[in-house]
């Protein structure tokens, strides 16, 4: 059982959406250019539990994307994200452009598009 929120919801698409438009355009989504030290891409905070860095698996790659989002005061492409060079060491193949076109492609299965 879970209780309906339908504006909990509604937040919810919208990010999804932004965040969607977002990876179509080849940009993080980022929303927090502040150079401070604990600046996080959201304006979160790292360490508190009410926000879900505690259980990622990438806040090295995520900082060190914030620091160049932040040195140069706007977005970065995902395309030049750390964690590109991250996965090509895992798998040596990987580009982000076969990554865009296998999720677009899945996209369009999944919502009935040729």
Same mark, same amino acid.
Not at 27 to 46: C, I, M, V
Not at 76 to 97: C, F, H, N
């Given at each position: 059982?879970?209780? %309906? !929120?339908? +504006?909990? =919801?509604? *937040?919810?698409?919208?990010?999804l959406k &932004?965040?969607?438009?977002?990876f =179509? +355009?080849?940009?993080l989504p980022a929303t +927090?250019?502040e150079?401070?030290?604990w600046s996080h891409?959201? /304006?979160w905070?790292?360490t508190?539990d009410e %926000?879900? @860095?505690?259980? @990622?698996d990438f /806040?090295?790659? @995520?900082r060190e !994307?914030?620091? =160049? #989002?932040v $040195? &140069? /005061?706007?977005h970065i492409? =995902?395309s030049? $994200? #750390?964690g *590109?060079? !991250?996965v090509q060491?895992?798998?040596?193949? %990987?580009t982000p #452009?076969r990554?865009?076109t #296998? *999720?677009? !492609?899945?996209?369009?299965?999944?919502n009935?598009?040729?």
């Amino acid at each position: 059982m879970f209780e %309906y !929120d339908p +504006n909990w =919801l509604r *937040v919810g698409r919208t990010k999804l959406k &932004r965040w969607r438009e977002a990876f =179509l +355009n080849d940009t993080l989504p980022a929303t +927090n250019f502040e150079d401070k030290r604990w600046s996080h891409p959201f /304006g979160w905070q790292w360490t508190k539990d009410e %926000y879900p @860095c505690k259980w @990622c698996d990438f /806040g090295q790659i @995520c900082r060190e !994307d914030h620091k =160049l #989002a932040v $040195s &140069r /005061g706007t977005h970065i492409a =995902l395309s030049e $994200s #750390a964690g *590109v060079e !991250d996965v090509q060491e895992v798998r040596e193949t %990987y580009t982000p #452009a076969r990554a865009r076109t #296998a *999720v677009t !492609d899945f996209w369009k299965r999944r919502n009935g598009h040729s």
